[in-house]
């Protein structure tokens, strides 16, 4: 007997019958492509996914990447910038201006490329690992 979550999960999980070659799931995600096709655009915007892709009309409700793209650009540009931080005041202590006026733009434009970048990379795995919820079917 299935509970009525698993029957609704089971219809949000894309099921994919369509031929397409299979695309690299990085290459498409950094350049913010479709998962399936690869010619599609991904984004609407900075940020927000589109409805479906123009070009093969893949419906994009499956994916949800969740806090993982943030977790991940905290990650990376937290060490590159506070590692960059560091080399500087070691080898050359400037005044304090100086870190305000490099680092506070730098850790914009990187978040935002890097976080746009990790979130179609993990659209696409999810794509193409096919993942979806958990769910429990018990018999």
């Known amino acids: 007997m299935t509970s009525e979550q698993d029957k609704t999960s089971d219809k949000t999980s894309h099921s994919d019958s369509a031929l397409f070659a299979p695309v690299d799931p990085f290459k498409v995600g950094i350049q913010g492509c ?6 599609g ?12 892709c123009a070009a093969c009309d893949l419906d994009y409700a ?9 977790v991940f650009v905290i990650l990376m540009v937290g060490f590159i910038i ?3 931080v560091l080399w500087m005041q070691i080898n050359y202590a400037p ?3 100086v870190y305000i006026v ?3 733009p730098l850790t914009i434009i990187l978040s935002l490329l890097s976080l746009r970048w990790c979130k179609g990379i993990l ?3 999810q794509y193409r690992n096919n993942a979806a ?4 079917h018990r018999d």
């Open 123 to 125: 659209i696409a795995l």
């Open 95 to 97: 005044p304090i201006w």
């Open 34 to 39: 479709c998962p399936r096709c690869g010619q």
């Open 82 to 84: 506070i590692g960059s």
């Open 102 to 104: 490099l680092f506070a």
């Open 133 to 136: 919820e958990g769910r429990v």
């Open 62 to 70: 499956f994916a949800d990447a969740g806090d993982g793209p943030a």
């Open 41 to 52: 655009k991904l984004f609407d915007g900075l940020l927000s996914l589109k409805p479906r």
